[in-house]
């Protein structure tokens, strides 16, 4: 009786994980044709080359993420390992999103973007010392100088992210398989061991690529409205703030329903790090194909064409100002009505002799007032 239930037990979870796989990779099918078929109306439209490349290599973040996701599910093995490259593109796209806007500046032209920048040069703060070698010409040479020194500093601190995350990726994957696990006082543990350190990193990395970001957008956010680049930007860190946030509570969920410990006896041979890494890798392959439909309407193709302005998007509702409409039409329908019976019956005075009759006045009045013009002229 034990062994058919197992056998049962263990059908009905081979069947679970075929449902779970299926549904994943039809979401991640979706996510990527609609990509696809986004990425081929800017090649079809290639109207600024330089600047529509950095927009594809910015669609290709959904489906990276849907396929790792989907790879995580199908060889939950390979999860750390898809993990690093998920970690790279991330990145590399923020690095990327900060490039897009440069080239959008200055119209693919980096001189040209520091010449617009130069404007606002007198409300910009100095650069950092301490990318001083980085500058050239120095920033105390002149107004461009100044301008084109901070714009390297953006440039610097934005890159610096690309570097330093997949390296601190390939070490958390190594320290996680180095070090031996123990379910006993998991959280002090972590605070002592080498993965705080490099989540530590990590975060202190991440701070300083978004603010660069920041730095450069508020000094040309004025520049750059038509492109409306806060949608563009939210479209970007709305995927790499999910996915970290979403990951990290669905760990503490599983966890305290493990009873705070990775292994749970009452299950039947079920890891609950493998199971909220599922739950989140399905997730994942959802959401990105919400993120695919999110960059088609903040990449637009018709953004580049010669000549553009940005339309405002039409408000979404429930209709209900037609519904006010109609009923307001049905009213003056009903008015309408009671005036011809009025006219039919002659209580009513209609528009038409109302005109004719301030005609009147207003000729008799001129009639009486004709004389007396008259009058003092002569005199």
């Given at each position: 009786?034990?062994e058919?239930?197992?056998?049962l037990?263990?059908?009905v979870e ?6 779970t796989i299926q549904?994943?990779g ?20 290639f ?11 910015i ?6 993420y ?7 599910i ?6 750390a390992?898809?993990a690093?490259i998920?970690?790279f593109?991330?990145?590399?796209v923020i690095?990327?999103f900060l490039s897009y806007l ?8 980096r001189d040209?973007?520091v010449?617009?920048l130069t404007?606002?040069s ?6 950092a ?9 120095p920033?105390?040479e002149?107004?461009?100088?100044k301008v084109?020194?901070?714009?390297v500093e953006?440039?610097?601190?934005a890159?610096?992210f ?12 190594v320290?996680?398989s180095l070090?031996?696990e123990?379910n006993?006082?998991i959280?002090?543990?972590y605070?002592t061991?080498?993965?705080f350190?490099?989540d530590?990193?990590q975060?202190?990395?991440?701070l300083?690529?978004?603010r660069?970001l ?9 520049d750059l ?15 790499v703030?999910m996915?970290?946030?979403q990951?990290?509570l669905?760990?503490?969920v599983?966890?305290?329903k493990a009873g705070?410990?990775w292994?749970d006896?009452n299950?039947?041979?079920i ?8 739950i ?8 990105m ?6 960059h088609?309407c ?5 953004e580049?064409e ?9 408000k979404p509702?429930i209709?209900f100002?037609?519904f006010?409409?109609?009923v307001?039409?049905?009213i003056?329908?009903s008015?309408q ?16 002799d109302?005109?004719?009759i301030t005609?009147e006045?207003?000729?008799d009045?001129a009639?009486t007032t ?6 003092s002229?002569?005199?």
């Amino acid at each position: 009786q034990q062994e058919q239930m197992n056998q049962l037990n263990s059908q009905v979870e081979k069947n679970q994980s075929l449902t779970t796989i299926q549904m994943a990779g039809t979401l991640v099918l979706l996510t990527c044709l609609l990509t696809m078929f986004h990425m081929t109306s800017h090649l079809r439209n290639f109207f600024i080359p330089v600047i529509q490349r950095k927009v594809i290599a910015i669609l290709w973040m959904s489906p990276i993420y849907a396929l790792t996701a989907f790879f995580s599910i199908v060889a939950p093995v390979l999860e750390a390992y898809l993990a690093v490259i998920k970690d790279f593109y991330e990145a590399y796209v923020i690095y990327t999103f900060l490039s897009y806007l440069i080239a959008v500046l200055g119209k693919g032209d980096r001189d040209t973007a520091v010449e617009v920048l130069t404007k606002h040069s007198d409300n910009l703060k100095p650069p950092a010392r301490c990318f001083r070698r980085f500058y050239h010409p120095p920033p105390e040479e002149s107004p461009r100088a100044k301008v084109n020194a901070v714009l390297v500093e953006c440039q610097i601190l934005a890159m610096q992210f690309v570097f330093c995350r997949p390296i601190l990726s390939i070490a958390s994957l190594v320290t996680t398989s180095l070090t031996e696990e123990d379910n006993d006082d998991i959280v002090q543990r972590y605070f002592t061991s080498p993965q705080f350190c490099i989540d530590m990193i990590q975060n202190i990395s991440i701070l300083f690529a978004f603010r660069g970001l920041l730095k450069f957008y508020h000094m040309a956010s004025d520049d750059l409205q038509w492109i409306n680049p806060f949608s563009k930007f939210l479209c970007i860190k709305g995927v790499v703030f999910m996915t970290f946030w979403q990951g990290l509570l669905i760990d503490i969920v599983v966890s305290l329903k493990a009873g705070g410990k990775w292994s749970d006896e009452n299950s039947d041979n079920i890891d609950p790090r493998e199971h909220a890494m599922i739950i989140q890798n399905v997730i994942i392959c959802l959401e990105m194909l919400f993120f695919s439909i999110a960059h088609w309407c903040a990449f637009p193709v018709d953004e580049y064409e010669e000549g553009y302005r940005r339309e405002k998007m039409p408000k979404p509702g429930i209709g209900f100002s037609d519904f006010v409409s109609d009923v307001g039409g049905i009213i003056e329908s009903s008015a309408q009505h009671k005036l011809s019976k009025q006219m039919k019956n002659g209580d009513y005075v209609g528009t038409d002799d109302l005109e004719n009759i301030t005609l009147e006045m207003h000729s008799d009045i001129a009639e009486t007032t004709t004389p007396e013009i008259t009058t003092s002229a002569a005199t």
